[in-house]
């Protein structure tokens, strides 16, 4: 994998690089609603199988709009992750979608979405 990528919808972007310490890191920007979610998921489905990485760490603060949805994929995606072997944290949700997290998925795993 090279140690860049970026990936872009009309209303979102993810970026991943490698960290120092051989984890994947991505940052999503932008909105996930219906018009995006198969493409920005599906991204993060794709990375996470072809990367190997056992540790993956996403920053969402520049995250601005999530539906309900999109929320509960990215839930299915982490838990997922954790199933076969990855850690996959998402960081910095905004406090209205960890609450709205907490609302739709009662699943443990998603601790990892704070």
Do not use: Q, Y
Not at 34 to 56: K, Y
Not at 93 to 98: C, I, M
Request: hydrophobic residues 45%; aromatic residues 4%; proline residues 4%.
């Amino acid at each position: 994998m090279p140690s860049s990528a970026v990936f872009h919808t009309p209303l979102a972007t993810v970026s991943w690089s490698w960290g120092t310490s051989g984890v994947l890191r991505g940052s999503v920007a932008g909105e996930i609603d219906a018009t995006n979610r198969v493409e920005v998921i599906g991204e993060v489905r794709e990375r996470l199988r072809g990367s190997g990485a056992r540790a993956v760490h996403i920053d969402a603060a520049r995250l601005t709009f999530c539906d309900a949805r999109s929320l509960v994929e990215a839930a299915a995606v982490v838990c997922a992750a954790r199933d076969k072997g990855a850690h996959l944290e998402v960081a910095n949700l905004a406090p209205h979608l960890t609450r709205l997290l907490g609302l739709l998925v009662s699943d443990p795993c998603t601790s990892a979405l704070r």
